[in-house]
């Protein structure tokens, strides 16, 4: 099994930053795609940004150029970098990874954190 403790999550005025944290433990041999999802009261939940091992980042439009995915590799933990927040970014923040946990096979599973709150004054 592999678990994902997120944190970084709280309370920001409008224009201000967090950095949100996701981090793996279990049986894991690699990991290709981290990702961030968020899902605000009454909304679908939303891919906000994904990164690859091959190098390749994706963003929503709604967050272009505020948003920035990083990945460490030899912690198994993937970043969020949120800034000029506003407070349409407000939601529970998701972070999942799809995670290869045997050297000898070649299969991936994905898993979910737990969520953390962020929450953006005007």
């Known amino acids: 099994q592999v678990q994902l403790v997120e944190s970084g999550g709280g309370l920001v005025q409008a224009g201000g930053s967090l950095r949100l944290s996701c981090a793996a433990s279990?049986?894991?041999?690699?990991?290709?795609?981290m990702e961030w999802y968020r899902q605000a009261p009454g909304k679908q939940r939303e891919l906000v940004a994904r990164?690859?091992?091959?190098?390749?980042?994706n963003y929503a439009d709604s967050v272009k150029g505020r948003f920035t995915i990083a990945r460490d590799n030899a912690k198994n933990t993937a970043y969020l970098q949120m800034n000029s927040l506003k407070p349409d970014d407000t939601a529970v923040y998701y972070c999942?990874?799809?995670?290869?946990?045997?050297?000898?096979?070649?299969?991936?599973?994905?898993?979910w954190g737990q969520g953390t709150q962020v929450t953006v004054s005007s």
């Open positions: 279990g049986r894991i041999f690699s990991i290709n795609a």
């Open positions: 990164s690859t091992n091959d190098g390749t980042t």
């Open positions: 999942r990874f799809s995670v290869r946990n045997k050297i000898l096979t070649a299969t991936y599973t994905n898993y």
